[in-house]
């Protein structure tokens, strides 16, 4: 081949190369894209177990497309269960990203095949819905829920993880409570839990120290894993389940102080149990955990109380009546 061919015959290899590593570049990128808002809910039917009164226990969560933007959708014709009653207890107020195990809706012992379907539709219009059965491969247990979460790995166990019970939380004082704008609500709450499991990472005889060293090491020996990964340990987390119909319930609702996220927020420093440094927090010595909640706006809202020890969980709810 002359030497002139040869030149343009590389310059159009290079070219298609240099397209085709575009092109798969190009596909990479929008398969990671993600939002901070304007984005949708997509229900999930996490799968099923039986109750000991012979009645079965649906289990939903969802995932809510944005990083930033917690979006309200009321129960009505926008967020509602079919066939029968409308409103199965389903949040109004949806976290950021994925949320697991997030409720759960009771039928009787003769559901046989019927179907009950969660249908969510968002403020930008998409339509999404969930789809439940008492199908066999829909079966969950506690090591089902914990592998899900990321306490375990795929298709793992112990004797450690077979054992663990879930922690109880117990809110102390009234579940209806009353309160002015701008009034800080004290809310105190007690979890009992088994200690199980320990938290991950940490040698035989070795305590939870937050210290410079502890954190190196996590940083350099990640564990591996084919799941989401969790940081085992005991937190309690209070958010908002349920508010009135305002945009940016979430701005208006402060927790004092701060506590642990209950949905997947991956990114270092998030104060979530699947970001790289979290640690759990002190337990006090009281096993009571004390928190302020203060409203900007009126209006009823049901705060949401989850105590969770890095593989199994345990709600709490109380309703608070908001006046100017």
Do not use: C
Request: glycine share 8%.
């Amino acid at each position: 081949m002359p030497a002139r061919s040869m030149e343009i015959w590389r310059s159009h290899l290079l070219r298609w190369v240099i397209l085709l590593l575009a092109s798969s570049f190009s596909i990479t990128l929008m398969a990671q894209l993600s939002y901070q808002k304007g984005q949708y809910i997509e229900p999930a039917y996490e799968g099923w177990r039986e109750n000991e009164d012979g009645s079965f226990s649906f289990i939903f969560g969802y995932f809510n497309e944005n990083w930033e933007q917690e979006l309200d959708i009321q129960v009505g014709d926008s967020n509602f269960f079919s066939p029968g009653d409308r409103d199965r207890g389903q949040p109004t107020h949806f976290l950021p990203r994925r949320n697991r195990f997030t409720f759960e809706v009771r039928v009787p012992s003769d559901w046989g095949s019927r179907e009950l379907v969660w249908t969510v539709i968002s403020p930008n219009g998409e339509t999404r819905r969930a789809y439940a059965t008492l199908a066999t491969d829909y079966t969950i247990d506690n090591i089902v829920i914990a592998s899900e979460t990321g306490s375990l790995g795929a298709g793992t166990s112990s004797p450690e993880s077979r054992s663990n019970t879930p922690p109880q939380v117990t809110v102390q004082g009234d579940s209806v409570r009353t309160v002015r704008t701008g009034e800080p609500l004290r809310i105190v709450a007690r979890i009992m839990d088994d200690g199980l499991p320990k938290p991950r990472g940490l040698r035989e005889g070795e305590e939870e120290i937050v210290d410079a060293a502890t954190l190196t090491r996590r940083m350099l020996n990640p564990p591996r894993r084919s799941t989401v990964g969790k940081t085992n340990g005991l937190f309690l987390s209070w958010n908002i389940y349920r508010g009135p119909e305002l945009l940016g319930v979430q701005d208006k609702v402060r927790f004092n102080p701060p506590l642990s996220k209950p949905w997947e927020d991956t990114r270092t420093s998030a104060n979530s149990p699947w970001g790289p440094l979290w640690m759990p927090p002190p337990i006090p010595e009281n096993g009571l955990y004390e928190v302020e909640v203060t409203f900007d706006e009126p209006g009823t809202y049901v705060l949401w109380a989850r105590a969770d020890d890095g593989g199994l969980f345990h709600d709490q709810y109380i309703t608070v009546n908001v006046s100017p």
